[in-house]
């Protein structure tokens, strides 16, 4: 299966910058999705990388790097409402059977 | 609103009782999942269902019993569960398995007693 690594836990400013790491390890790599989830509500789709390389949309940015296992999602003029946890997903192919697994999610929490 | 409604919100039942979970989903997608999110842990796939056809089954103990009667319903059926069973269940849908977008229900929270 895959192993999918991101922090915790994060604490930043009200409009700066946090980077959230994701490191993942799997044999037939089919995408990498980053998730937000508020407390108590369902996670909402951010972003989808399957090639390397930058993806932007708006305050939110998302990069991959196959080569090594490597993405991250970067929020921009943190807002108090991007306090939420942010979940790291990988889908891979077995046996022409798709397969998503998630991290455990990492809380952000943006302070005034 | 994604789309994808989950009731009810939250459920307390005791180890002896049945119960069961619905998901409704109204976007044409072929595809829906149930997956189960505990404190701390990663989501945990339960079950997916293709066309109406369960397609996976991530071994799940036999006192969970998903149902897909048509396109736009799921349901997880409950029975004698355990209190490890507690948690945060999530149904979700998408266009096809090779989605690039999932859309997810607001969960159910189960406590088991």
């Known amino acids: 299966g895959q192993n999918i690594d991101q922090p915790t836990e994060m604490t930043a400013t009200e409009g700066a910058i946090v980077q959230i790491n994701c490191t993942y390890q799997?044999?037939?790599?089919?995408?990498l999705f980053w998730y937000q989830q508020h407390a108590g509500e369902a996670p909402t789709f951010l972003s989808y990388?399957?090639?390397?390389g930058l993806e932007e949309k708006g305050r939110f940015s998302s990069f991959l790097s196959r080569s090594k296992g490597y993405s991250y999602l970067l929020l921009k003029e943190l807002q108090m409402k991007d306090s939420a946890s942010y979940l790291c997903?990988?889908?891979?192919?077995?046996?022409?059977?798709?397969?998503?697994?998630f991290g455990a999610g990492t809380t952000v929490t943006v302070r005034a | 609103e994604t789309g994808v409604t989950q009731t009810p919100r939250h459920l307390v039942m005791g180890m002896t009782n049945k119960k069961s979970l619905k998901c409704e989903q109204h976007?044409?997608?072929?595809?829906m999942y149930w997956y189960k999110q505990s404190a701390k842990k990663p989501l945990e796939l339960m079950f997916v269902?293709?066309?109406?056809?369960?397609?996976e089954n991530n071994s799940v103990p036999s006192r969970f019993s998903p149902e897909c009667p048509n396109s736009s319903h799921l349901f997880l059926h409950l029975h004698t569960l355990q209190p490890e069973d507690s948690a945060l269940y999530l149904c979700?849908?998408?266009?096809?398995?090779?989605?690039?977008?999932?859309?997810f229900g607001q969960g159910t929270r189960l406590t088991v007693v």
């Open positions: 979700a849908s998408s266009q096809d398995r090779e989605y690039t977008e999932a859309f």
């Open positions: 799997t044999s037939g790599f089919n995408g």
């Open positions: 990388n399957v090639l390397d």
């Open positions: 997903a990988v889908r891979d192919i077995r046996s022409n059977d798709y397969k998503l697994s």
């Open positions: 976007l044409g997608h072929n595809a």
């Open positions: 269902y293709s066309l109406e056809e369960r397609v």
